[in-house]
């Protein structure tokens, strides 16, 4: 690697990368987390109000002077400037995350929806079903967040994701839980209570079905 590499990852799993200089070297590295929001927002500028979920390629140390030029203002702004800007760093950000989806969407993604749910009432949903992971699946309160039909409702939300919502509400839960075990100290059972399994045996078995591994791996 050497200064201004980049690398950019869209993924809904915890990802890990780690870093070692060699001969004692130093360096920085700069992390900018980009929000859902402001990537749907960009990509119906660009794409349209009708564009569906997109994704980016993986891109791995690569160079780009347009991404390395944002960068830089922006850590002046944050961190050289005295008084810094949030609004300059906004317009920053949205410069970026036009270059980006201009630049590296992946097309395999990407499609247009035609009767899917839109994208805000989405965001709504999939707040609500994080906010309560350990609880139980309910779709009827999905419904009243949405304010559609219980059918409608199932059948936009799989038409936006792909899934069933309860199948999605699985995979948020499975999400948290990967998490919690990779980056915290916390047993197995105390996890699988906080996403909503008070069986410890069933929710191994859950996890293991949708992640592949057992959870005390």
Wanted: net charge neutral; with cysteine; hydrophobic share 40%.
């Amino acid at each position: 690697m050497q200064a201004g590499d980049f690398f950019l990852t869209s993924t809904a799993l915890p990802y890990e990368m780690r870093w070692q200089a060699r001969e004692g070297d130093t360096f920085e590295v700069m992390h900018l987390y980009l929000t859902h929001s402001l990537i749907d927002h960009a990509s119906r500028h660009l794409l349209g109000s009708q564009i569906g979920p997109i994704s980016f390629l993986d891109i791995s140390g690569e160079q780009d002077d347009l991404v390395r030029m944002l960068l830089e203002q922006m850590w002046r702004e944050l961190v050289a400037r005295c008084e810094p800007s949030s609004f300059f760093v906004s317009s920053l950000a949205q410069a970026l995350a036009v270059h980006l989806i201009r630049t590296y969407r992946d097309p395999k993604v990407t499609c247009r929806l035609n009767n899917a749910l839109q994208a805000y009432k989405l965001r709504r949903v999939i707040d609500s079903m994080n906010q309560r992971l350990a609880e139980a699946f309910s779709l009827s309160d999905l419904v009243d967040t949405a304010q559609l039909s219980e059918y409608h409702f199932s059948r936009l939300f799989k038409k936006a994701t792909g899934l069933s919502p309860s199948q999605y509400f699985i995979r948020l839960r499975m999400d948290r839980a990967r998490h919690l075990l990779l980056h915290t100290d916390r047993s197995t059972i105390d996890i699988g209570m906080e996403v909503g399994y008070s069986n410890p045996s069933h929710f191994s078995q859950v996890f293991r079905h949708k992640v592949s591994i057992a959870p005390s791996a």
